[in-house]
């Protein structure tokens, strides 16, 4: 999956610093990230300098990957924008090296965050970047906000050595299969999610609702929780949401579809049925 990207390590504690060398330092123009033309990567601290004093760029620390900073440039100096190409997040999807990918979509993620809160929720004033934490604080009335993050899960809903599989009805979604999903609403836990979703989906009743492993997804802003459960009764008659899925089959184990994104928890969940009982 995308966040598996050992032996690399992320560091996500965060940390009161300033670029240096060998740190990397994104740009953003809209929602559409800014990577070097010469490297198809993030920019290094030693090319934006070349472009511009990096010590003259105001910065906000992100994270760290194999002790590396990254950072979001604040303003986009002309030298370095001539310099890169502007991407949008779908990019990340089939970057590679995959790790580059990961820092890059959770550096878009955390931008989205502290762009999108640049003026106080409560009193309408703007907000900084907090220099002690990962937050945006409003310095008139001291309200601070952390980085906003969705839940919503993943389910692979069962029947012996069947698996109930989806397609999306979106224009402009991903065409191969998925699996039940949906987002977690206020006063639900996950499980309730996981009951309601296969219900409003494919008007199924299901049972043995089992947690098997988390993603986080800055694609959509959220964390995704992945789970199996099984059909409650025998009747696998589907009533197709049709406004959300174009399709909801029964695939035998032996007959599952192949392709797919190995960096998605969806993908690494029909591949793990397709090996034997979950
Ligand atoms: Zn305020």
């Not at 929602?31 to 033309?37: D, F, G, W």
């Not at 955390?110 to 409003?138: I, N, T, V, W």
């Not at 959509?220 to 696998?236: K, N, R, T, V």
Request: proline share 6%; net charge negative.
């Amino acid at each position: 999956m995308i966040q598996d990207i050992s032996p690399h390590l992320f560091d996500n504690s965060y940390k009161d610093r300033k670029p240096e060398a060998g740190d990397r330092i994104f740009f953003y123009q809209g929602r559409s990230t800014l990577l070097s033309k010469a490297t198809g990567l993030p920019f290094t601290y030693e090319e934006v300098d070349r472009l511009c004093p990096v010590e003259t760029i105001p910065s906000v620390y992100l994270f760290s990957i194999d002790g590396r900073g990254y950072f979001w440039g604040r303003v986009m100096p002309k030298a370095v924008l001539s310099e890169g190409i502007l991407v949008g997040d779908r990019h990340f999807r089939d970057m590679q090296p995959e790790w580059e990918a990961f820092s890059c979509i959770t550096a878009s993620q955390l931008h989205s965050f502290y762009h999108e809160h640049q003026f106080c929720g409560c009193c309408g004033a703007p907000a900084l970047p907090d220099e002690k934490e990962r937050a945006m604080r409003c310095p008139v009335c001291g309200k601070i906000v952390y980085p906003v993050i969705s839940p919503a899960v993943i389910v692979g809903v069962t029947h012996g050595d069947r698996l109930l599989l989806t397609k999306y009805s979106r224009p402009g979604s991903v065409k191969f299969y998925a699996l039940v999903a949906g987002y977690t609403e206020i006063g639900e836990s996950l499980e309730d999610t996981v009951r309601r979703e296969v219900m409003e989906e494919v008007g199924l009743r299901v049972k043995n609702i089992r947690f098997y492993k988390s993603q986080p997804w800055s694609f959509s802003g959220s964390l995704l929780s992945g789970f199996y459960c099984d059909l409650d009764g025998d009747d696998e008659t589907v009533r197709l949401q049709e406004d959300e899925l174009s399709e909801a089959t029964w695939y035998d184990r032996s007959d599952l579809p192949e392709g797919g994104s190995s960096i998605s928890l969806t993908h690494e969940m029909i591949e793990r049925f397709r090996m034997g009982p979950v």
